[in-house]
């Protein structure tokens, strides 16, 4: 019993007291020791923490989460609801890359369909697609239909001039061009030459028979807007070495393609080789590598057409059996 504050004076025991309550603590004892007995049940008063007898609350299973030991047991520990930022995503979980434009400079044909464009196309020069340009056309004398791109003369006199700024250098060579005078009427041209200065920028000089659509030849100059067309044909696009070419140096030369041609390599070894082109619309291997081997045209939508065992025949035109899809 807790001390009180002001103790009494201490009084003296009856003998027969002291044996009753030495009498009680014997039987309080003996109780004690039948409720702790094993094998008659739990008491009903919490027993010592460390007994090892104390029954364990049961922890439901999980099917997910990682199980932490704890001091009282086992406990799952709380997942997500969602996939946070620092949750780990499983391997498998992520999206299978689509192949992209590598594979197919891997393919072994004779003449690869090409692929779709990727999402950042080359472009070739200045002209993009989806564009329109405003300036001025004017009009030449075509002749037999030859001119600065080396095409050879055509009986199609529907061809025009660029201006040597969207020239750049062979770059708008064999682009086809809507162009559109401020009357409504409209022509589509072949670029198939340069016009030098003083052509301006956005100018366009057409052959006498392309300006005659658009008005009077007499009128000489008028105002146009024009762009880019992807046209409908049913005609594969062709390759020619320029003469002189051997195994030691070649010009190659592609013609009659759809769409402006951004790009031309060879094969070099287990990969491709972009090859300089010309102001005369040639690519040229000065050291010979690629001459009369495979062939990869790239066009300005980023399609690749990839041309196998192609002869090299000087100043032969050879068809190829692929053509650059519409746009």
């Not at 009009?139 to 009986?155: E, I, L, M, Q, T």
């Not at 409504?184 to 072949?190: N, Q």
């Not at 807007?225 to 005609?235: R, Y």
Request: charged letters at 15%; hydrophobic letters at 35%.
């Amino acid at each position: 019993m807790a001390s009180r504050s002001h103790r009494r004076a201490p009084r003296r025991r009856h003998p027969l007291l002291i044996s009753a309550v030495a009498v009680a603590a014997v039987a309080a004892v003996v109780s004690l020791v039948l409720v702790l007995r094993p094998g008659d049940g739990a008491g009903s008063g919490p027993g010592p923490a460390t007994a090892a007898a104390a029954p364990r609350a049961l922890v439901p299973a999980q099917t997910s989460g990682t199980a932490t030991p704890t001091a009282t047991g086992t406990r799952p520990e709380p997942l997500p609801s969602s996939p946070s930022a620092s949750a780990s995503p499983s391997p498998t979980a992520s999206p299978t890359t689509t192949p992209t434009a590598d594979t197919s400079s891997a393919r072994s044909e004779a003449a690869d369909g090409g692929r779709p464009a990727p999402a950042t196309a080359p472009q070739a020069g200045r002209i993009r697609p989806g564009t329109t340009y405003r300036g001025v056309a004017t009009h030449y004398d075509a002749g037999d239909g030859n001119g600065a791109c080396s095409f050879g003369p055509s009986d199609d006199l529907m061809i025009a001039a660029m201006n040597t700024t969207d020239y750049a250098s062979a770059q708008a060579c064999g682009a086809h061009v809507l162009v559109r005078a401020a009357n409504g009427a409209t022509v589509t041209v072949l670029i198939t030459n340069e016009c030098p200065l003083p052509c301006a920028p956005g100018q366009l000089d057409l052959s006498r028979q392309a300006f005659a659509k658009l008005a009077d030849p007499v009128t000489g100059r008028i105002a146009v807007t024009w762009s880019l067309l992807s046209p409908s044909t049913s005609e594969p696009l062709s390759i020619r070495y320029k003469t002189g070419s051997s195994r030691y140096w070649c010009g190659i030369q592609a013609l009659g393609h759809r769409n402006p041609l951004a790009r031309l390599e060879v094969r070099a070894g287990a990969g491709w080789r972009a090859l300089p082109r010309t102001g005369y619309n040639y690519f040229l291997s000065e050291q010979g590598a690629g001459c009369g081997g495979s062939l990869r045209l790239t066009d300005i939508y980023g399609e690749r057409l990839v041309i196998d065992g192609m002869a090299l025949r000087p100043d032969v035109v050879q068809r190829t059996g692929v053509q650059f899809a519409r746009h």
